[in-house]
């Protein structure tokens, strides 16, 4: 069952702009994990954040997590061209480590 | 560098076929997964592993089986393949630990099935 929900379902920027990028779900969470797909190929894992945590940084990505709200985003700073792909939230909210993964945000960032 | 390969980029077969696509990770990780990825409706769970022989169903296990006899290799089997198991299957593996539980994906295998 489907359970992070991407928004919005495409987004078109510029490069150098920013990316920013919402992800919600339903239930509680353990953590919370976004991830990028390029065309054609298998998903890469980009940042973990935790239940108890509210930011997380890592390179041009930000990522913040408010559980109240159940809700996270993914901000990505000075976007490039190569930064073309489709992201996806997953949510850990069960005892076996599978995630339930969101449809996706397909972001194109236009050189 | 965590490495997840799949034994075929591409692969068309016929219906009826029995099918295999493997999966070998090289990180020591417990758990293994099996997904399809269909457009519009995402990444759906086929089958996950969480230690050698167990295995768990996902969200659509109808139509597939799994094999895990070593911790590194994970085995995704149609028995009688069919035109709505064509799509994008993906092989992914982690560790156990809440923090530290990201996936590893493998490139996934397009299966066509005529």
């Known amino acids: 069952s489907q359970q992070g929900e991407e928004d919005p379902q495409a987004l078109s920027i510029q490069e150098g702009e920013n990316a920013t990028m919402n992800c919600s779900y339903k239930t509680s969470i353990n953590n919370l994990q976004w991830y990028r797909q390029n065309s054609g190929r298998g998903l890469v894992h980009l940042i973990l954040?935790?239940?108890?945590?509210r930011e997380k940084h890592s390179g041009r990505l930000r990522v913040t997590l408010d559980t109240s709200k159940k809700s996270s985003s993914l901000l990505i700073t000075a976007s490039r061209a190569a930064d073309t792909a489709s992201y996806f939230c997953a949510t850990d909210n069960s005892g076996y480590s599978t995630l339930t993964f969101g449809k996706g945000t397909m972001l194109l960032v236009s050189p | 560098d965590v490495k997840v390969t799949q034994s075929s980029r591409y692969l068309v077969k016929r219906t009826g076929e029995k099918v295999f696509l493997e999966c070998v990770q090289d990180m020591d990780h417990e758990n293994m997964f099996w997904y399809r990825q269909d457009p519009g409706l995402g990444l759906r769970l086929i089958y996950f592993s969480y230690d050698v022989k167990m295995k768990e169903k996902g969200d659509i296990p109808e139509g597939y089986s799994v094999s895990r006899e070593k911790k590194e290799r994970f085995s995704l089997i149609l028995e009688s393949a069919s035109t709505n198991q064509t799509s994008m299957y993906l092989c992914?593996?982690?560790?156990?630990?809440?923090?530290?539980?990201?996936?590893?994906f493998g490139p996934g295998t397009r299966l066509t099935v005529l």
């Open positions: 954040i935790r239940s108890n945590e």
């Open positions: 992914a593996s982690s560790f156990t630990l809440p923090w530290m539980n990201e996936q590893f």
